[in-house]
Structure formats: structure tokens, C-alpha cells
């Protein structure tokens, strides 16, 4: 089974391998403990007494190889007979490759973090030991607030009137964990906590409920008055499991996590503090005045008003009062009650949802059916990934396919022939009317060719950019931007820098549509692609030369001029607008990325990155004033920053597993068991995102005031990936998610080409397949692990290549 956290590859049955970890000896006790693991959660299996493959030479590969006459039934006896073994074995590894007995403790604990509830109830029914889970519901839960988020951070991109959403959690008992200053009190009082069966909390209905629990006799103030002095103490609470990943995910769907504390003013640095071991810098929080008298909950509804720019979607509380309480003024939002493991608890008498930390069930612990093919990742950013839990794939680099350029040749004509029957069946297809442009906008409507809603590019629109190229019997001019490199610089996105498949089969999409409209306007479209890698950022000249060369010789494939023109856009602004216009550009832009760093002083991407993203958005909107002008659309600096951060070249050089760290929780610089590498890595591509982003926005803002995009493209229909209005929303690749240069070429389980997250087609079970057509040192594609055998392509996959329709 090459890929046991992932889909299976049906002909390989007897060994195991444990994807994503080193295959030296050290890597073996993470080998063994996650085999362990996937045999026990998805196949119900036991393990006895498994051995590791070694490869010439004497080197373990990381397989494990378990005899089918060993596999058992896993009972609870077999279960924890297995776990035994596994410890045993793991110490006996890790000693063999120097590795002291805690860190492979860890190594387990690590593993065995989040199992299926079945599997850790066979394991350790007490729930005391390395063995964890996460409740169904809880993850329902959770994952329903980060949906309520994304959508309306959607409705919030089409209106930016509306306000951004937000998820507001309660500090003590619900973001942080008070347990140590729990038990000092408890000592201080003269209860011994190691003999209770839950903590108490200050909270004086959950407190009644322990002191009936606990039959026993403890002065209420006086616990509180141990509990919260000094206050200093409160710097040691530690943070809720899961509270870092989540804050980072509501981010990542377009929300802000907010605070509402019944905390008073005068421990904010505390607070602070204790929040930055989750990585939550710079946090917004509402404390209470330090002279307060009034109920907690009475004054917690009144700090709603601190939160009025914000739409809160979701609100987490420990207290019930407090609930209610803010649901007569946030009518709309969901609210969550967090019991938080070992302590005692009331019940939640209005009926919201109750969650015991902030963890979802992680992609390890989601595992799906064996038989599972391969699968695209469907994501449209890195974001949406969960990039530390994602494997190396260094397994698929094994099963990695050659291709003979007559093969590679081949699977090219296959996807030219589809694309001709597809545009000649499309036109047949189509109603004709006395109205030939809006015979020809119905065309260039097909689902195959179109993004988005037609609204953007109406019909009124079509026919007035149409008609006066009809009049003539000339072409119709079509123009898109695109086609800059491919951001290679992570190792996440692609796995080099040159055009793949993906490149060439949207190309072929471009003579579909040509083909397409030729069938009713023999004239055709005068299609222009412009090349963009040098305009907007700088990257080096070999890498911008090399990818060209490649592009046009895929232009040759697919017919070449007589089918679009490839063009650089610098180039083509000097021929339209003239030398002094472009040279005025060129002294423009510093000007304007001075402005804006100046627009920017004392704002800190590193120390506080939320709250100068958030910053950097309102300032800069004042500096550079109308987002929409001359056709130029001006993204606000925060959507920029997060689109372009994961393109920065800080990361160049890395390994794709440093690299998945990197990126796994980006704006987390502050937690004390981040290693000191990441960190600094993860501040060095914080900075240079915020340089990126600003030479970007200096960039269009030069274009908007020089009217760029208007001179450009006047007269010209624009097809553009990024649906907006006055353009046709173009998908080069039916309902590819990612963006040829944004990712790489792969043909999914049916054999259509599209483009994914080089990470996730690896960690998925796609491999690599090289061609001629672009050399060893880089994929042309990624197939299905299934659609290979002994390195070689199955020929009847290899016929089906095809184009996406949608």
C-alpha cells in the first residue's frame, strides 16, 4: 500500500509505506508509529512483528513490510498489544539511531495524537495516555463557523460595503487554559487537586456544581482570590488546543479572531502575553474598565459596541449568562459553548453547541476508503491546504513515469483533436440568429470557455466591441494578460520554472475557442497574449528568458501565429503609448513605492502581522485613493499580501518540507516551541511579502494614473481568469482551480488535464511524468499513481487525455 494516509494503489498490497518522513534510521520510529496508526484507524488491522524493507546497499528505505498471515483482527487485546510492540520497537529504533528515549516519546505521541474515537478507545480507554481524539461534533462545529466565515468574506469581495466577518472568543476558560493557577489555588485552600475527579472553575454556578461533585467544603472567595493574585500569574495561562491553527484558519477563509474579556484592563499585558504562545500577536481585545461593578455579563453585551465595525458570525463563551446576553444584540451569529476537558462544568441551558478546544479532526485522522483514487486538491490557495500534516511524497519520485517524445507527441495530438471536435460540435450546436454578434457571444459564453457570470460581459457590451470589427470582416481582436513564470520558488506550488502541459493545454483551450468562433465568422479572433513576468515584480532574466522559449515553442504545437500571438507587455506598451510614456513609468514607480513605505512607518509585518496588514489596508487606501480607474483594478494591500506571499522568493533553495513548515502557520513567529530556523524564516518571508506587495501596488498605481490598462486594451475584447466587470471571465482549463503558472500540470483519475498544488498532487498519489518536451529536470505532468506501472504511462489513460469541459 504506497500511500496508506491516501489513496491506495491497488497492485502494491504487502507493503506499507510511511509517506512524508526520512527513510534513514531516524526517520524509522515515525515510520513504524504511523504505519501503526493507519493500519489500526483505517484497516482495522493489528501489527505483529513487522520488518523494514532495505534497499541495496543496506539502507532502510522507510517501507515496512507486514505478512499478510500476521495481520489480525484489532480487538482491544490485539490493539494494545500492538501499541506495547510499538513502544518496545520505537525505543529499541530511535536508541540504534542516537535519539533519546523522550523525543521518540514524542515522536508517538505525535502520531497517536488523533485517532478515529473507535481506535483510541481500544488504545487507552482511560484517554490518559500519548492517544487522542477529536469529537465528531466538535469538528462539525468548528467547521461550520470557518464556512459561515468564507461566505461572507465572498459576499464581502463582490460588496466591500460589507463588513468583515469575525469570530469573538472569550479569554479565561475558553481561549486559555487557567489549570496551573487552578491547581495552585486549590493547594492554597488545602484541597489536594491530584484526587479530584474534575477542577473547579471561578464561575460561581459551575463551582456549586464541583463542591456537590467533590463533597467538599472550600471558601469560595477565597479560591478566587489564590486564582487571580498576583496577576502576573495569568501570563502562564496556557492556550487552548487547537487555538492557533483555528485563529490562523479564520484568517485564512477572510475572517479576524476578536476577544471579549471579563478581564479588567490592567492585566491587557498578561492577557498578551499568554495569547503570544499560540502565535496571536497584537490581538484585539475588549477588557472591562479596572473599576467595574456591574455583572460580567451586562458589561461583556456592552463591549459588543467596541466590535461594530465587525460582522461577528460566531461567538465562544464558557459562560451561559454571557451567551444569552450578547445574542440579544448579535441575533444572527452562532454561538458556542467551551467546556474545556477535566473541569467541571453548568450545563448549557440555551442549547448552544459545546466544543472541548479549538482542534478539528486533522486529514491523517480523515481517512478515507482504501479504494479512493487519487484526487485533485480543488483549492484555490495554498491556504486552504493542511500543509503540516501533508506528506513528502518522496515515495511517488520512485514510481515516476518517462515519456518518449512520440508518446509526448502523441498525447499533444490527441487534446488537438478533441479541442477541433469539440469546437466544431459546440458551434453546430449552437442557435443561429439574424444577430452575428450575438451568435458570437454565445459562443465565447460556453461553459467550457467561461468564468463566472455573464453579467460581467453582457450581451449590450459583446455587441458594441463586436460589430465594428464585423463591418470591416476583420478578426475580432480577443487580448488576455498571463503567462509570467511559474512561481517555483517554495517547492509548494510547482516543482520548477518552466511551462508544463498545463501552459500547452491552455493554449490548446485558446485554439478551441478560435476554432470555435471560426465556425460561424470565418474572420476568426486576432487572439493576443501578453506576457506579464517582468512588469509587476522582478524576477531573474535567465528564468523569464527560459520560460518564453519554452511558451513559444508550445505556440509552435498548437499552430502558432495563425492561432494567437504571444507578445511581452512592456514591449507592447512602448509600441502603443510610446517610449516617453514607459519611461515615465519606469521614474514613476519608485516614486509611488516611496510613498507608500512612507504611508507605512511605524506598522511591523513580523511583531504584529494582522494588525499592520489591517493597517497597511486603510492607510493605503487613503494614499492611493479610487481601488477602480482606467480599467486598472486596485486590490486592497491585505488581499494582495496574502495572494503574493506565497510567491516570494524568500523561501528559493528550500526543501518542500521546510517550506510546508514555513507556510503551515505563517504569522506565527511567537510560539515558544516553534524552532529557531522557522521562525526566521517565516519573518523573512513576511518581509519580503511586504515589499513585494507594495512594488506591486506602486505598480498599479502607476498604471492606473498613466491609464495603462485603458490603452492597452481600447477596442479589444479582454478575456481575463479574475471575473470583473467590462470583461469576459475566461477559464483556461474548464474548472481547473488554480491557474497554469500557479501550479502544475496533472490529468486527473479520468485523464483531463488541469493544474494543482505540486504539495498536494504529491501527497495525494500523483507522480511525476518526464518528456522531452521539457526535459529531465523537471515534470512535464503528474498522473495517478494507478495510472502507472513500472514507469511507464498505461496506454489506454494516455489515449484519454483530455481537455476539461468545465
Known sequence: MPYPDHPVH?????????????????????????????????????MDRPRFEVAPGGRATGRIVMPD??????????????????????????RTAGMPAHAVQRILATELRFLSPRAASLLDASGEGPVHTVDGRQHTVLVEVLRRVAE????????????????????????????????????????????LGALPSYHRPAWDLWIQEADAEVDHKAFCRALFRPWENLRWDTPVPGLARFVWDVYDVGGRVVFNTGRRERVRGYTEHALAYAGITGPRIAFLRDDRSRPVH??????LRAFADLDIVAVFDDICENRQAMAKKLTDALFVAVALPGYAHERPYDGAEVVQSFETIPRCARTARATRLPALSHANSLAELPLAEMSEGELSLEHAVRLSERDSLEMVGTLLQGAERAAIHTAERAPRTDDLAADIYHLLTRPQFRKGARATYPLATARREIRSHLADGAPIPIITRGFPLKFHYNKLKTMGSLPDLSELAAMIRLRELQRTVQQVYPPGLAITVLGDGNHFRPHPRSLLRAYREKLL????????????????????AEQRMGPLAMRQHALL????????HDALVGLDIVST????????TLRTAGVIGDNRSGGTAMPNFESLFRSLMYTVSATQGHAAALARHIYADLFNVTDPALSVPIAAER??????????????MAVLWVDRDLGFDAAMFSNQIRLTPNPRSGCLGFTYLGGASVLPWHGMAALDALGRVSTDFAVSLLDQGFVPAYSPLLGPAQPWMMVPVTATEGGRLDQGFRAAVRLRRR
Request: hydrophobic share 45%.
Open 609 to 616: 502581522p494582522v494588525r499592520a496588514l489591517e493597517q497597511a
Open 10 to 46: 491497488e497492485k502494491a498490497t504487502r507493503v506499507v509505506d510511511a509517506d512524508g518522513v526520512q527513510a534513514g534510521a531516524d526517520g524509522l520510529p515515525t515510520s513504524l508509529a504511523r504505519v501503526f496508526r493507519i493500519g489500526l484507524d483505517r484497516y482495522g488491522i493489528g
Open 589 to 596: 514607480v519608485p516614486r509611488r513605492v516611496a510613498e507608500i
Open 298 to 303: 451586562e458589561l461583556k453585551a456592552e463591549s
Open 553 to 572: 515553442s508550445y505556440h509552435a504545437l498548437v499552430g502558432g501565429t495563425e492561432i494567437l500571438t504571444i507578445a511581452d507587455l512592456n514591449e507592447v
Open 683 to 696: 519573518r523573512a518571508v513576511l518581509v519580503k511579502a511586504w515589499h513585494d506587495t507594495i512594488q506591486y
Open 152 to 195: 461572507r468574506a465572498r459576499l464581502r469581495r463582490d460588496d466591500p460595503t460589507i463588513k468583515p466577518p469575525a469570530v469573538m472568543l472569550d479569554i479565561d476558560m475558553c481561549a486559555l487554559d487557567p489549570r496551573a493557577r487552578v491547581v495552585h489555588a486549590l493547594r492554597a485552600v488545602g484541597v489536594d487537586p491530584d484526587g
Open 69 to 94: 498471515v500476521t495481520m489480525e483482527g484489532s480487538d482491544e487485546a490485539a490493539a494494545r498489544r500492538g501499541m506495547a510492540e510499538l513502544a518496545d520497537m520505537a525505543v529499541l529504533l530511535g
